[in-house]
């Protein structure tokens, strides 16, 4: 009598059960795709709504990129003639995201002003304000040499190069946006400041390292950036104002 009674309760539980596991499945499924679908502000099922609406929790997203973008740009901006949007997301993506200043400015000893060094102390000890400040003086100007390559015995120094634009108004030396994504998708080296060896040139790159290549820079990692993402970090670089300087860079280079 026991028994049978049992066998009535796992004859109900037991549907019932997988039921739940099925409907809560299904929830996280749906719960995942309306996040996917809302990652660039694009949404391809429009009957997904709620606090995670298509489409408009990515748009939000990329509007405070852009306020961010405009808040960290460190140096005066030029917004005449450009997409303000794209000027504010690219400043975010290259400020924030890619932290090219990192590599393109001079070098770590003179990036940031000395009172708004992070990495000094505060005084006594050091100048440190509390304040980050970069150093416009070499913001983006490239510059930054990074050694024999390869290390240690090469004469070959690899140098990171100037991004800002020239008198063109053009970026890094008056590329075009098409060659900007060209270089950012495969690492080209348009300027070929070290062909492969054997040539006549000093600079010449030994194998196994590619000379046709740009070496140190993350453009393996850079490639897979939207189209969208390059254009905006290309619409910012061309309203950053420009410096002198930097690897084979006519001079002078701003008039
Ligand atoms: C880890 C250091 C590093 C970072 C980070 C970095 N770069 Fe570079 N980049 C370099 C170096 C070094 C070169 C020159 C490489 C060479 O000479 O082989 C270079 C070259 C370039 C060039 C080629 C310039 C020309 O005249 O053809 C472009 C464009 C460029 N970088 C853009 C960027 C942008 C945009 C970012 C940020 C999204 C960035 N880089 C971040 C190190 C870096």
Redesign the pocket.
């Known amino acids: 009598m026991r028994r049978n009674s049992m066998l009535r309760i796992l004859v109900v539980v037991t549907p019932m059960m997988i039921i739940c596991c099925l409907l809560a499945l299904g929830m996280s499924a749906a719960a995942q795709s309306v996040r996917s679908e809302s990652d660039n502000g694009r949404c391809s099922n429009k009957t997904i709504k709620g606090d995670y609406g298509c489409s408009i929790h990515g748009a939000h997203d990329e509007k405070e990129m852009i306020s961010i973008g405009f808040a960290v740009a460190p140096v005066p901006l030029n917004l005449a003639g450009k997409d303000r949007d794209m000027v504010g997301l690219g400043s975010y993506?290259?400020n924030v995201i890619?932290?090219?200043n990192?590599?393109?400015s001079d070098g770590p000893a003179t990036e940031f002003i000395p009172t708004g060094n992070p990495y000094l102390r505060k005084p006594p000890g050091g100048p440190f304000s509390g304040s980050i400040q970069i150093n416009t003086a070499t913001y983006l100007g490239g510059g930054r040499d990074?050694g024999p390559f390869p290390f240690p015995t090469s004469t070959l120094h690899?140098?990171?190069?100037n991004?800002t634009p020239d008198k063109s108004g053009l970026p890094?030396?008056g590329?075009t946006l098409a060659e900007?994504i060209q270089?950012?998708r495969t690492g080209v080296?348009?300027?070929h400041?070290?062909p492969n060896c054997p040539t006549n040139a000093p600079n010449c790159m030994a194998p196994p390292f590619d000379g046709d290549k740009?070496?140190?820079?993350?453009w393996p990692f850079?490639r897979n950036m939207t189209e969208r993402q390059l254009k905006a970090?290309y619409t910012f670089?061309s309203a950053i104002p420009c410096l002198e300087g930097g690897p084979g860079e006519p001079s002078p280079r701003c008039q």
Do not use: P
Not at 214 to 218: A, E, H, K, V
């Open positions: 993506l290259v890619g932290d090219c990192g590599c393109h990074f690899i140098v990171s190069r991004l890094e030396g590329h900007f270089i950012m080296d348009m300027d400041a070290h740009l070496q140190i820079m993350r850079f970090m670089l």
